[in-house]
Each structure stands twice: as structure tokens, then as C-alpha cells.
């Protein structure tokens, strides 16, 4: 178990290399694009998805476009930093489990 949460916890960390690079990339092209708009630019297909589920229903219309509504550079930089925290906290969990045995 210890190394599955290990591998989990590694992968929290350096999984989101590629949403660090998107951050840095939003800042570039323009610090206050929306993360809708970037989405609708750089990666159309995405932005199809989110389209769809928001069209399930109000509530999810209101959710998606609350969340893309925000800057892309702060979205993706704040969902990088927690990630980031989550695998740390796991691998401080998975280090705990091993203690204890």
C-alpha cells in the first residue's frame, strides 16, 4: 500500500508539469485572458467538452462558465500549487504508514 500511495503521491506532483506550462504560457499571451477563452483558442476540443456538459442543465451551465470565467494564468497556476500540496500530503502520509510497520 505504502508504494502504491507513494507512486500516487508522485504522480500529483509531477503530473501537472504540462498545467504549470499552461499557466506560464496564459501569462504570455496575455495575463487577463479568461480560461474559457484560452480553452476556446489553444485547445478546441476541450472546450467542445465543457460546452457539452454545461448544456446538461442551468446549474452546470452557471458552475462551468463560473470556473472558465476566472483568469487562465491564476486557474491553472492555483490548480498546479494544489496538486502539488495533495501529493505532498500523501507522500508525508505514505512515509507515516511506513513508520508505523
Avoid at 457539452?52 to 490548480?79: C, N, Q, Y
Wanted: aromatic share 20%; net charge neutral.
Amino acid at each position: 500500500m505504502k508504494q502504491v500511495l507513494t507512486h500516487l503521491g508522485y504522480l500529483f506532483i509531477w503530473g501537472d508539469v504540462w498545467i504549470l506550462i499552461m499557466g506560464i504560457h496564459a501569462l504570455f499571451v496575455s495575463p487577463e485572458i479568461t480560461a474559457l477563452s484560452y480553452l476556446e483558442i489553444y485547445f478546441s476540443l476541450l472546450y467542445q467538452v465543457f460546452m457539452w456538459v454545461s448544456s446538461w442543465s442551468e446549474f452546470l451551465k452557471w458552475w462551468v462558465l463560473l470556473l472558465l470565467g476566472f483568469p487562465a494564468a491564476l486557474l491553472f497556476i492555483t490548480r498546479f500549487i494544489l496538486s502539488s500540496l495533495v501529493g505532498v500530503w500523501i507522500l508525508k502520509f505514505a512515509n507515516q504508514m511506513a513508520a508505523k510497520s
